[in-house]
């Protein structure tokens, strides 16, 4: 098949997957990859068309394909350790997430999952430097100002962490 029919093809999946037609879309793209194993768009999709159907063992284990095929594809990163955190696998998300920085060096929300990653891992001071860096590329995230709010009240800094809390609200 030619690379434009391959793209034409793609799209269309993807295309009717938004629409709603969720499994038979799942399905088309699962041959697509059938005869396009090195696909690494096709295979980012299809892992993101898991994720969206709750299929995350599928979905990570596709994940997991495309980093060790591109070392440098870092939404697939991103996705899977937002999956390892709702898995609550946070030294895993902690190890996924620190790849993400390495190829996009200061990535806000990559710093904000860093510092919620910390938090839950009981390291609430090391996530102060990460949620800072944050904060001041977007001040307006309430997701960061929220985590650093939390790591304050681990840190049992209460008077700093209500003047974050009302900041956040």
């Known amino acids: ?6 793209a034409a093809l793609l ?12 499994k038979p879309s799942f399905d088309k793209l699962k ?3 059938k005869d396009n194993p090195k696909h690494d768009m096709a295979r980012y999709n299809f892992a993101f068309m898991c994720e969206q159907m709750n299929n995350l063992d599928l979905a990570i284990k596709n994940y997991i394909q495309i980093n060790n095929n591109n070392s ?22 902690l190890i ?11 990535y806000q ?7 919620l990653i910390l938090y839950y891992l009981n390291k609430p001071d090391e996530s102060i430097k990460f949620i ?6 977007n ?3 309430y997701i960061a100002i929220n985590t650093l709010g939390l790591c304050y009240l681990a840190m049992k800094q209460y008077d700093e962490a209500k003047k974050i809390f009302k900041k956040g609200i």
């Open 96 to 106: 996924i997430v620190n790849e993400v920085l390495g190829i996009k060096n200061n």
């Open 1 to 6: 098949m030619s690379q434009s029919y391959n």
């Open 72 to 93: 440098k594809h870092w939404r697939s990163r991103f996705n899977l350790y937002l999956i390892y955190i709702k898995q609550k696998k946070y030294k895993q998300a």
């Open 132 to 137: 800072v860096d944050s904060i001041n590329q």
């Open 139 to 141: 001040p307006l995230d």
């Open 31 to 33: 041959e697509f990859l």
């Open 109 to 115: 929300p990559a710093l904000r999952d860093k510092a």
């Open 11 to 22: 799209n269309k999946i993807i295309t009717d997957f938004q629409k709603g037609e969720r």
